[in-house]
Structure formats: C-alpha cells, structure tokens
Nanobody, 115 residues
Framework: QVQLVESGGGLVQAGGSLRLSCAASGSIFSINTRAWYRQAPGKQRELVAAITRGGSTNYADSVKGRFTISRDNAKNTVYLQMNSLEPEDTAVYYC?????????WGQGTQVTVSS
C-alpha cells in the first residue's frame, strides 16, 4: 500500500507563489510517474503537470512557464512550484503516483488565489 501526503497549499494574492509537496510512503515501486492534478468547484479534475522517474515532464498549457514540477527520488517526494498565480488557479490540488498500472492519490490540498 502507498500513502501520499500533500502539503503547502493556502491563500495567496494574484501574482504570488506557492510550493506544494507530496511525500510518498509505503510499498513504492521504484519506477513510477508522479503528477499533480487539480479540481475547481463544478469542474472536472485536470492534469496540471507530470514527471517520470527520469525527469521528463509535461504541463497543461494553462500553467506552462509559471509552474515547475520536480521530484526527489531519494525522498519519494514530488514538488510543484507555482509562480505568477492567477485566480483561475484556485482549486484543490491532488498528487498522484502511478506504478505497476495502479494509481494512488493524495487527499488534496486547497489553493486559493485572491484577485
């Protein structure tokens, strides 16, 4: 079993920055993909960014140039640095770990950007 714990969410003014962290524990298969998703009220959950164990990344068009995903494999932790935040970024952010055709999800952390 794998447990994911997110942290770093909060309230920030437009233009500000936040850094999210997601620590994994348990029976973690070494080859895995990590990702951040978000879900705003009344909307579907959407992919924000993903990163492979080797460091290859992809981003949603809406966050390119503003958000950066990174990972520390030794700590089993993935990060999401969010800069130039906009009110449209307001959502619950979830981290995901995918390994051996199984997806694990964190409990989510709220990010609120005020205008």
């Amino acid at each position: 079993q794998v447990q994911l714990v997110e942290s770093g969410g909060g309230l920030v003014q437009a233009g500000g920055s936040l850094r999210l962290s997601c620590a994994a524990s348990g029976s973690i298969f070494s080859i895995n993909t990590r990702a951040w998703y978000r879900q705003a009220p009344g909307k579907q959950r959407e992919l924000v960014a993903a990163i492979t164990r080797g460091g290859s990344t992809n981003y949603a068009d809406s966050v390119k140039g503003r958000f950066t995903i990174s990972r520390d494999n030794a700590k089993n932790t993935v990060y999401l640095q969010m800069n130039s935040l906009e009110p449209e970024d307001t959502a619950v952010y979830y981290c995901r770990l995918s390994a051996n055709w199984v997806d694990y999800w964190g409990q989510g952390t709220q990010v609120t950007v005020s205008s």
